[in-house]
């Protein structure tokens, strides 16, 4: 990996895993296993203080499953306090926390610069004033990024963020490339919905051949088939974006289908399983014990 100008600090990480971010790099010595397969495992939308049933489900479904593990936004409900992270999100989904690589979430920033968050995550949430880093996963390279915009300076063309992501890309020139954030630019859900102003970052990612999407942010699953930012079907070089925001808060119902929306579910908890192979992935959806849904299937890298 090319790692930026900065500062070192290395500590114990999941097998294979690098972390960087602009004045700061995390990396482990490599092993056997770097260059074979490796497992991003995860979801969004978690612990909701008010009762954690469905954190503590999927938190236990997360302890059986080996690999790094992607918390993606909306962590600690209702606001991202320090009492939140402490005595809700830290007692079921905490129990992982050292192979945790997260995304911050617009409930995060309830609290005044995701200031809890940051605290809780330490190093493994990037920079604090910007949020977004990337890490190298077995053959992947996996970019994680902030869509609290407003937040961040923007993520329209030519924010410091897209800019960054353009870079990184640029630096990164693998096969295969994941990238996750809270707020998805293609969602069904009747709650939220897609979210434009994403669109310069997924296009940034799209102009890079990025393989793979995963955000939150709506309460249900969500699979899309490969599509451009515009939203047209691209079968040779489009990403597939997933929609995971099934981490345990509580389940919303969805709006009108969107184009290429291949399958939705909004009853069941559970996580997302990417198997990360040199040259595709596997993908799983695990729900919480008692719940029949479950989704998989496989892709090839660009």
Not at 7 to 17: E, T
Not at 207 to 219: F, P
Not at 226 to 239: C, N, S
Request: overall charge negative.
């Amino acid at each position: 990996m090319k790692q930026r100008p900065g500062f070192l600090i290395i500590f114990p990480l999941a097998a294979g895993l690098a972390v960087s971010y602009s004045g700061l790099a995390i990396s482990k010595s490599a092993s056997p296993a770097d260059d074979q397969t490796a497992v991003l495992v995860g979801a969004g939308d978690i612990a909701d203080c008010a009762d954690l049933s469905g954190a503590e489900a999927t938190a236990k479904l997360l302890e059986k499953i080996p690999g790094t593990v992607m918390a993606i936004g909306d962590l600690a409900y209702p606001s991202g306090t320090k009492e939140e992270f402490d005595n809700c999100y830290d007692k079921t989904w905490g129990r992982v926390k050292f192979r945790t690589r997260p995304a911050a979430g617009n409930h995060e920033f309830h609290s005044a610069a995701a200031t809890p968050y940051f605290e809780y995550f330490g190093a493994l949430a990037g920079d604090p004033k910007i949020g977004y880093y990337s890490y190298e996963l077995g053959q992947w390279h996996i970019i994680v990024l902030n869509s609290e915009c407003k937040d961040v300076g923007g993520c329209d063309v030519d924010s410091s963020q897209e800019k960054w992501l353009r870079a990184d890309l640029a630096g990164h020139p693998v096969a295969c490339t994941l990238a996750y954030w809270h707020k998805p630019l293609f969602s069904s859900g009747g709650a939220h919905g897609k979210d434009p102003t994403v669109k310069p970052l997924f296009q940034a990612l799209y102009d890079a051949n990025v393989d793979v999407v995963v955000n939150g942010h709506d309460h249900d699953y969500e699979r899309f088939a490969p599509q451009d930012p515009e939203g047209a079907p691209d079968p040779k070089r489009g990403i597939r974006e997933f929609v995971a925001g099934t981490g345990g808060k509580n389940h919303r119902p969805f709006g009108e289908p969107k184009p290429n929306s291949e399958l939705r579910d909004a009853t069941a908890f559970g996580v997302l399983k990417l198997t990360l192979k040199p040259k595709g992935y596997d993908w799983q959806f695990i729900p919480e014990p008692g719940k029949g849904f479950t989704d998989s299937g496989s892709g090839k890298c660009h």
